[in-house]
C-alpha cells in the first residue's frame, strides 16, 4: 500500500552515522507535504529516495532531547 506524501529537505544533510549499502542515519530538517519544516532523524538511501522509520520532533522537542542528552553520562 503506498502512501502518497511529499518532502522536501530544508538545508544541509547531518549524518549521524554511515551504514552498510550506501545508507546513513541523518539528522535533517525537512518540510512535509509541504507543512512547516521540523527536524527529522531517520535512515536515508544515499540518493535520499528511500528511507527508514524514524521520528519527527518540532525545534522545542528537539532542544528538550538534546539537553536531555547532556544531562546523561555516557559509559
Known amino acids: ?3 502518497n506524501f511529499t518532502y522536501d529537505f530544508i538545508g544541509e ?4 552515522s554511515e551504514g552498510s549499502g550506501g545508507w546513513n542515519l541523518e539528522l ?3 518540510s512535509w507535504n509541504k ?6 532523524l ?7 529516495q ?10 522545542e522537542e528537539l532542544t528538550s ?3 536531555l542528552l547532556n ?4 559509559d
Open 28 to 30: 535533517n530538517k525537512i
Open 1 to 3: 500500500m503506498a502512501e
Open 35 to 40: 507543512k512547516a519544516a521540523k527536524y527529522d
Open 65 to 67: 532531547l538534546k539537553n
Open 50 to 59: 528511500k528511507m527508514g522509520k524514524g521520528v519527527t520532533l518540532s525545534k
Open 13 to 16: 544533510h547531518h549524518i549521524v
Open 42 to 48: 531517520r535512515s536515508w538511501s544515499g540518493d535520499h
Open 71 to 74: 544531562s546523561i553520562e555516557i
